[in-house]
């Protein structure tokens, strides 16, 4: 395994969906026509993001023993449905202790016009 903290990967674009957006919605007991849910930045932010660092064979992510520990969000502003974004990665940390790997995982979303919408935390622990 090779330490892979302070890796970047490619700018993902992702479009916020109207029917995606309302299923979201619907099933985490909110109403579609309230706009954008919060949450859905696991979607576009760090579920756009995060498969790049799984499928780098240079960060040698063991999936089956992957637990997602915990995750963060920072909105600057809510994205528009039918607006694209683009979310960056990056491995903020790459460390090892008693035997589990932690890895810090990072996003950055911005509109079309590079201006901030969020930014999201995720801390991967895999397990020997």
């Given at each position: 395994m090779a330490a892979v903290a302070g890796r970047t990967y490619p700018a993902v674009q992702f479009e916020i969906e109207p029917d995606r957006v309302a299923d979201f919605a619907r099933a985490i007991g909110a109403d579609p026509e309230d706009g954008v849910p919060p949450t859905f930045a696991a979607v576009y932010s760090l579920g756009a993001t995060a498969p790049q660092l799984f499928m780098d064979e240079d960060a040698a992510v063991d999936f089956a023993h992957l637990l997602h520990a915990e995750q963060s969000f920072e909105w600057q502003r809510p994205p528009r449905v039918g607006e694209t974004v683009t979310s960056r990665g990056r491995v903020a940390s790459?460390?090892?202790?008693?035997?589990?790997?932690?890895?810090r995982f990072e996003s950055d979303t911005t509109d079309a016009g590079g201006a901030p919408i969020c930014t999201s935390s995720a801390l991967f622990v895999i397990r020997s």
């Amino acid at each position: 395994m090779a330490a892979v903290a302070g890796r970047t990967y490619p700018a993902v674009q992702f479009e916020i969906e109207p029917d995606r957006v309302a299923d979201f919605a619907r099933a985490i007991g909110a109403d579609p026509e309230d706009g954008v849910p919060p949450t859905f930045a696991a979607v576009y932010s760090l579920g756009a993001t995060a498969p790049q660092l799984f499928m780098d064979e240079d960060a040698a992510v063991d999936f089956a023993h992957l637990l997602h520990a915990e995750q963060s969000f920072e909105w600057q502003r809510p994205p528009r449905v039918g607006e694209t974004v683009t979310s960056r990665g990056r491995v903020a940390s790459d460390t090892e202790r008693r035997g589990m790997r932690f890895i810090r995982f990072e996003s950055d979303t911005t509109d079309a016009g590079g201006a901030p919408i969020c930014t999201s935390s995720a801390l991967f622990v895999i397990r020997s």
